[in-house]
């Protein structure tokens, strides 16, 4: 099997990459994987069959055709800038999240078209996609009504894979992905790296910046979940989904509070006291915008899982960055 990552330089996409090479999907053995991202990314430790990396822009006229050109069985498309970026710059924004991922799904085509290739088409796309006046709980049946240019985009995304697997021309399933938490490396753009950075910073005995206030809940689960949930769905039988691939995934839904409450019972009050409360009303604008908690029933019927308590995604992280030591 060919698998082909998009974004393989980012936490998830290194992850995915180290996890596919450590342990194999239930099928087909994987024999070569692509990772390709805008930063060139690195081939992952220990895997025994063909990594070709490179460094190339998915939006670049001829990008796609190239990428797609050896014809993948399974393709990540986790390629993104975050939400905060998005925001600030609206050009840069579509021209990544949609027309990146156009560029791509046409590539497909052109490709099907010719001779009938159809590839499993694994899209990552996010929780940002609801906005406005939604319920406290959303289920699989609320409309997707976006507030953000990061949540338009992806919606759009959804759109297209939706429609081009309609049409046969991939095996898609778009997962809706829950904030990543606890997100190991340094902060990124996205509105929402505070809420891992309130808890990674205190772990290793550095301050953490808090911008809204405690009461502020939101959707979350740990980047060893999120791997999960992108190994699942390259084994799902796609025929599952009819004509709605996208699903939002499981997570938990927590308050900033209770974050801070399982770092103090997990590492104590002295990393607690590291956290330091700095309000920023543009970050507390978008974050109030987003989905708080979510009844995934599709997603849990077709076997996805996640944690239980926000203690178990702090032990995660330390059993998987700092080597089981807080």
């Given at each position: ?193 505070f809420f891992s950075g309130i808890i ?87 974050v109030a915008g987003w989905a708080r ?13 996640a944690e239980a308590s926000f203690e ?15």
């Amino acid at each position: 099997m060919h698998v082909l990552i998009l974004g393989a330089a980012g936490m998830i996409g290194r992850k995915l990459a180290e996890s596919l090479a450590a342990r194999p999907l239930d099928g087909p053995s994987i024999d070569t994987m692509t990772l390709a991202d805008v930063v060139l990314p690195t081939a992952p430790a220990g895997f025994t069959g063909s990594a070709e990396t490179l460094a190339v822009d998915l939006a670049t006229p001829g990008a796609a055709q190239s990428l797609v050109s050896s014809k993948p069985d399974l393709i990540y498309h986790l390629a993104a800038i975050v939400s905060g970026e998005a925001e600030a710059d609206l050009e840069k924004g579509y021209r990544v999240n949609l027309d990146g991922t156009r560029a791509l799904l046409d590539a497909i085509r052109h490709q099907h078209d010719r001779d009938g290739w159809t590839p499993r088409f694994v899209f990552a796309s996010s929780n940002a996609v609801f906005g406005g006046d939604f319920p406290d709980v959303i289920g699989d049946d609320y409309i997707v009504t976006p507030q953000t240019s990061y949540g338009t985009q992806k919606a759009m995304c959804e759109l297209l894979l939706a429609d081009y697997a309609r049409r046969g021309i991939v095996r898609g399933i778009g997962l809706r992905l829950p904030t990543i938490c606890v997100r190991p490396g340094k902060p990124n753009a996205a509105a929402s790296g505070f809420f891992s950075g309130i808890i990674r910073e205190p772990l290793a005995g550095l301050e953490a910046v808090l911008p809204v206030p405690d009461e502020t809940r939101h959707w979350m689960t740990s980047p060893r979940s999120a791997i999960g949930f992108l190994r699942h769905a390259a084994t799902l039988d796609t025929t599952t989904l009819g004509d709605r691939p996208n699903l939002s995934m499981p997570a938990l839904s927590v308050t900033v509070a209770e974050q801070i409450a399982a770092l103090e019972a997990v590492a104590g009050p002295k990393a607690v006291a590291l956290i330091r409360r700095v309000p920023d009303p543009t970050i507390a604008r978008i974050v109030a915008g987003w989905a708080r908690a979510f009844a995934p029933e599709r997603a849990l019927s077709l076997g996805f899982t996640a944690e239980a308590s926000f203690e178990q995604i702090i032990r995660a992280h330390i059993e998987d960055e700092l080597g089981g030591r807080a």
